[in-house]
Nanobody
Framework: QVQLVESGGGLVQAGGSLRLSCAASGRTFSSYGMGWFRQAPGKQRELVARISSGGGSTNYADPVKGRFTISRENAKNTVYLQMNSLKPEDTAVYYC?????????????WGQGTQVTVSS
């Protein structure tokens, strides 16, 4: 069982930056593919970025390419999402997800979510 706790959300103006963190419990964090998903009101949850268990491979959704960066520190059991040049359409609840293995999909575990609101 893995527990995920997100932090770092908040209210920011368009063009600003936020860094989300996701702390994971357990001693085998490096064995899990990790990812960030988001869900805006009235929309389906979507993948934002994912990172392989070893950290050597990352993928991004087209709307965030060049603006968001996912990274992980296995020694700290933490995955990050650095979000720059934020836009109002990035407003959503952001969820951390994990799955044992190289890639995160389909996720096995979810965090509780953290709200990101970007004002215009």
């Amino acid at each position: 069982q893995v527990q995920l706790v997100e932090s770092g959300g908040g209210l920011v103006q368009a063009g600003g930056s936020l860094r989300l963190s996701c702390a994971a419990s357990g001693r085998t964090f490096s064995s899990y593919g990790m990812g960030w998903f988001r869900q805006a009101p009235g929309k389906q949850r979507e993948l934002v970025a994912r990172i392989s268990s070893g950290g050597g491979s990352t993928n991004y959704a087209d709307p965030v390419k060049g603006r968001f960066t996912i990274s992980r520190e296995n020694a700290k059991n933490t995955v990050y999402l650095q979000m720059n040049s934020l836009k109002p359409e990035d407003t959503a609840v952001y969820y951390c997800a994990a799955r044992r293995g190289v890639v995160v999909q389909p996720p096995e575990y979810w965090g509780q979510g953290t709200q990101v609101t970007v004002s215009s």
